[in-house]
């Protein structure tokens, strides 16, 4: 368990360091990729209403590669494929609809990110994942 938190503190500070980055030069540089002005400012909004929640992700990516670890790929797999894939899906089809902006699909990925790392975050904090492969937590 001091490894998942030592991991979840680093993948959180290297997160939040190219959230600040990405923040701070993402006007200058983006016209080296495109020169419209409406380019442009479409790609600072979603940079603006996506960027900052990526650290939720941190979560995901570190719980998941822990159970990948210790052999239990296909429980990740489910939280990863059921958390962010279906729910995308699902809210492509039944929320976007009523919601039809920008700012809608960009709410879409932190919350599926939330989603995803509240199930993986819930299934580690009851310990099963440690009882199903036979893990001491000492």
């Given at each position: ?70 052999g239990d790929a296909v429980k990740a797999l489910l939280f ?59």
């Amino acid at each position: 368990r001091e490894v998942i938190r030592i991991s979840l503190k680093i993948f959180l500070a290297v997160s939040v360091g190219f959230t600040v980055l990405l923040l701070t030069v993402s006007r200058p540089i983006l016209p080296v990729f495109n020169n419209d002005p409406d380019v442009i400012e479409c790609t600072l909004f979603i940079i603006r209403h996506f960027v900052p929640f990526y650290c939720i992700w941190t979560v995901v990516e570190v719980l998941s590669g822990v159970l990948c670890g210790v052999g239990d790929a296909v429980k990740a797999l489910l939280f990863c494929g059921i958390g962010t894939c279906l729910l995308r899906i699902l809210w492509i089809i039944f929320i976007h609809p009523m919601y039809p902006t920008l700012l809608d699909l960009c709410v879409l990925y932190p919350v599926t990110w939330a989603v995803t790392a509240t199930a993986f975050s819930l299934y580690f904090k009851s310990g099963r994942w440690e009882k199903r492969r036979g893990i001491t937590t000492e």
